[in-house]
T-cell receptor
Framework: GAGVSQSPSNKVTEKGKDVELRCDPI?????LYWYRQSLGQGLEFLIY????????KSGLPSDRFSAERTGGSVSTLTIQRTQQEDSAVYLC?????????????????????FGPGTRLTVL | AQSVTQPDIHITVSEGASLELRCNYSYGATPYLFWYVQSPGQGLQLLLKYFSGDTLVQGIKGFEAEFKRSQSSFNLRKPSVHWSDAAEYFCAVGITGNQFYFGTGTSLTVIP
């Protein structure tokens, strides 16, 4: 079946412009994550959506960053007034849902399936 | 604060040689542990994961990893590396809440 898709694959913009990045998760996956991967850095968590619950926005680096998830499926990450330090690869991942792990602990992350990413370059 | 450390930024091995990629985490309890691989132009793919039980876990592509609680480590190993294993490898930790913490990655080069 289809995996996680992201568009555009590459985006070049000028400093100060707004950009929108799109993520189409795997059908039926209720959890959706956005990460940022900068050169030489690991993946930085940005935001997490789970079903109809309020998103976990704790990783968003500034109020210029926002994300929506419409109808529990497609998600859009918006960066307003882009800065050069926003240049990075933005990755989206989806997973089935939280559930109890084998040990019965309160939750366990199912495998995250990642999209190919959007490479954002801010000039 | 929770963290994941991959001390080796870049490793070069000969094809057919054994491989070990290091991962250390900082967390008070036993976390959920993952290894992902990112091939050029590809999305991240899960190699293996540890939740509980047997501390030696087997993954895809002939990889395995061992959880050592006393060392807070989850090193990835492969007995014989293939040229197609050249990629970026990320260790990740899942703890309570909704976040994963990823290491900065280890880039693997395989020479003939």
């Amino acid at each position: 079946g289809a995996g996680v898709s992201q568009s555009p694959s590459n985006k070049v913009t000028e400093k100060g412009k707004d950009v929108e990045l799109r993520c189409d998760p795997i059908s039926g996956h209720t959890a959706l994550y956005w990460y940022r991967q900068s050169l030489g850095q690991g993946l930085e968590f940005l935001i997490y959506f789970q079903g109809n619950s309020a998103p976990d926005k704790s990783g968003l680096p500034s109020d210029r960053f926002s994300a929506e998830r419409t109808g529990g499926s497609v998600s859009t990450l918006t960066i307003q007034r882009t800065q050069q330090e926003d240049s990075a690869v933005y990755l989206c991942a989806s997973s089935l849902s939280r559930d109890r792990g084998p040990s019965g602990r309160a939750w366990a992350h199912n495998e995250q399936f990642f999209g190919p990413g959007t490479r954002l370059t801010v000039l | 604060a929770q963290s994941v450390t991959q001390p080796d930024i870049h490793i070069t091995v000969s094809e057919g040689a054994s491989l070990e990629l290091r991962c250390n985490y900082s967390y008070g309890a036993t976390p959920y542990l993952f290894w992902y691989v990112q091939s050029p132009g590809q999305g991240l793919q899960l190699l293996l994961k540890y939740f509980s039980g047997d501390t030696l876990v087997q993954g895809i592509k002939g990889f395995e990893a061992e959880f050592k609680r006393s060392q807070s480590s989850f090193n990835l190993r492969k007995p014989s590396v293939h040229w197609s294993d050249a990629a970026e490898y990320f260790c990740a930790v899942g703890i309570t809440g909704n976040q994963f913490y990823f290491g900065t990655g280890t880039s693997l080069t395989v020479i003939p």
